[in-house]
């Protein structure tokens, strides 16, 4: 049945996970951690081989979860400087804040300045935040930041396949191994994690190929938005309905 070819393909994506992160060679981790997110997207008419078909799964679940991955990154950071935010008439501290509620104030000009202001004794936080905050002055920035992530996953999932064929097909020793397999295990991780949270919250999700496909469209949901004609202050409406 459907929902046991489901269970199986997720299961063996943790089983493929484990037998990776137990590895001792980069090499028998990298095929490992592949062939888990093979079993994950070959449900999926995708691409027309084995790598386009991961890396058009993959790319767009990854993409979603970039702004995410940073605010939850910032708002550690910034937790330890015990500095406050503004949301909704209330005062927050930034560690018990939600990603929206971190956007939200990140892109707002007076408390991006003001947040910055405060991390003038931390200079590579104060960089990396302050990049960030300039790609949320405006939805169409936003969008850029978001579009060139997804190209940048797509040029680097297709060098692990690379890597993969070499190990598989030719018994090559790649140079790079180290690199890819940190960029692989947090892919399968961040996919699984994902899928779980679908899973989760939505209770007529019939398998990973669904995943995958509404993935797709929820990003091309946000891009669009992003980069929509509209006036006001909801083209982010979607984004920030997919931060937490």
């Given at each position: 049945?459907?929902?046991t070819e489901t269970r199986d393909r997720i299961f063996s ?188 919250n939505v209770a007529t999700l019939m398998g990973p190929a ?35």
């Open positions: 049945s459907s929902q994506a943790f089983r493929l996970y484990r037998q990776g992160t137990g590895a001792n060679m980069f090499d028998n981790k990298l095929v490992n951690w592949w062939t888990g997110l093979e079993y994950l997207t070959s449900g999926g008419k995708t691409g027309r081989d084995i790598g386009e078909t991961v890396k058009n799964a993959l790319a767009p679940t990854l993409a979603l979860t970039y702004l995410p991955k940073h605010l939850v990154a910032f708002r550690s950071a910034l937790a330890a400087l015990n500095i406050e935010i503004q949301y909704a008439e209330k005062v927050i501290k930034i560690k018990h804040c939600s990603n929206s509620e971190l956007y939200t104030a990140l892109k707002d000009p007076v408390q991006s300045a003001a947040i910055l202001g405060k991390c003038s004794s931390e200079p590579y936080l104060w960089k990396h935040l302050s990049a960030f905050t300039e790609a949320l002055k405006s939805p169409s920035h936003t969008a850029a930041l978001i579009k060139a992530h997804d190209r940048r996953i797509r040029w680097q999932i297709e060098r692990i396949y690379r890597a993969r064929c070499d190990i598989v097909h030719a018994g090559r020793q790649v140079v790079t191994a180290s690199l890819l397999c940190a960029n692989l295990e947090f892919y399968l991780r961040m996919t699984l994690k994902s899928m779980l949270k679908s899973f989760s669904e995943f995958f496909e509404r993935q797709r469209y929820q990003l091309g949901q946000v891009l669009q938005e992003l980069q929509s004609e509209k006036k006001g202050d909801k083209k982010d409406a979607l984004l920030i309905a997919s931060l937490d």
